[in-house]
């Protein structure tokens, strides 16, 4: 599994990105994958998980219903649609890739990490 988050960059607060990670490994599809976040001087945050087939989601309470998580396993690549954006959502946006997390919501239960991208909302 390799992954790289893609998608970033500057909008303004009320505004829309769509996030991409895309892995060149071959085992994508097997893997629960997530969205985490971490802004200056804070702790790596969870943002969203999906499952291997993409029925079953989790999102953080501060995202719920504003964004969404998705995946094209055909593709090799899991979506964050993230709508109504605050300045609050500023981070370094990652994907992460595991085969069994014990916690979808904990980081340290993800074996694989892509690089991330930088998600700025002005006020």
């Known amino acids: 599994v390799q992954l790289q988050a893609c998608g970033g960059g500057l909008v303004q607060a009320g505004g829309s990105l769509r996030l991409s990670c895309v892995d060149s490994?071959?085992?994508?599809?097997?893997?629960?994958t997530a969205w985490f976040r971490q802004a200056p001087g804070m702790e790596r945050e969870f943002v969203a998980a999906?499952?291997?087939?993409?029925?079953?989601?989790q999102y953080a309470d501060s995202v719920e219903g504003r964004f969404t998580i998705s995946r094209d396993n055909a593709d090799k690549k899991v979506y964050l649609q993230m709508n109504s954006l605050k300045p609050e959502d500023t981070a370094v946006y990652y994907c992460?890739?595991?085969?069994?997390?014990?916690?979808?919501?904990?980081?340290?239960?993800?074996?694989?990490w892509g690089r991330g991208t930088l998600v700025t909302v002005s006020s």
């Open positions: 992460a890739a595991d085969d069994q997390p014990r916690s979808w919501q904990q980081p340290l239960e993800y074996q694989y």
């Open positions: 999906v499952s291997w087939k993409g029925g079953s989601k």
């Open positions: 490994g071959r085992t994508f599809s097997n893997y629960v």
